[in-house]
């Protein structure tokens, strides 16, 4: 599993890399590789106001769909407009190419409900015992 460490992340499985005020979003790799071969993402509006823990996304693969998460809230400012047509990056590069949206996040002491990446591959380690 990979987890990179300048990286937090929720119970749910969505990470979230900060650079200054902006925020880029996705699923973590064990999210994708648990969902498998994705085949569809449904993204939140640029401009569109998020809550944290409030529902923003969907993801659609051949097993399953699941909700996203906004892992902190704020303001969409971007989306990743790749994965209309390759959603499979989220599968391939799921930290880099296959990120959701950036959002210009808009209160520093939420995220101190998110997890380093030591923690979180703990949570996921007692999720698979």
Same mark, same amino acid.
């Given at each position: 599993?990979?987890?990179?460490?300048?990286?937090?992340?929720? &119970?749910d499985?969505?990470w $979230?890399?900060?650079e200054?005020?902006i925020?880029y =979003? @996705? %699923?973590?790799?064990?999210? /994708?590789?648990?969902?498998?071969?994705?085949?569809?993402?449904?993204?939140?509006?640029?401009?569109e106001?998020?809550k944290q823990?409030?529902?923003?996304a969907?993801?659609?693969?051949? &097993?399953?769909a699941?909700d $996203?998460?906004?892992?902190l809230?704020?303001?969409? =400012? @971007? %989306?990743?407009?790749?994965? /209309?047509?390759?959603?499979?990056?989220i599968?391939q590069?799921?930290?880099?190419?296959?990120?959701?949206f950036?959002?210009e996040f808009?209160?520093?002491?939420?995220?101190?409900?998110?997890?380093?990446?030591?923690?979180?591959?703990?949570?996921?380690?007692?999720?698979?015992?």
């Open positions: 599993m990979n987890t990179p460490k300048n990286i937090l992340y929720t &119970k499985h969505e $979230v890399r900060i200054g005020k925020a =979003v @996705g %699923i973590t790799d064990y999210a /994708a590789h648990s969902l498998g071969d994705i085949t569809f993402v449904e993204l939140p509006k640029i401009g106001v998020l823990s409030a529902f923003c969907t993801v659609e693969s051949v &097993k399953a699941s $996203v998460y906004a892992p809230s704020g303001k969409v =400012v @971007g %989306i990743n407009a790749q994965l /209309a047509t390759n959603p499979e990056l599968n590069s799921p930290y880099e190419q296959g990120y959701f950036s959002m808009s209160n520093e002491a939420e995220k101190a409900n998110l997890m380093d990446a030591v923690a979180y591959q703990k949570y996921v380690e007692g999720l698979t015992k």
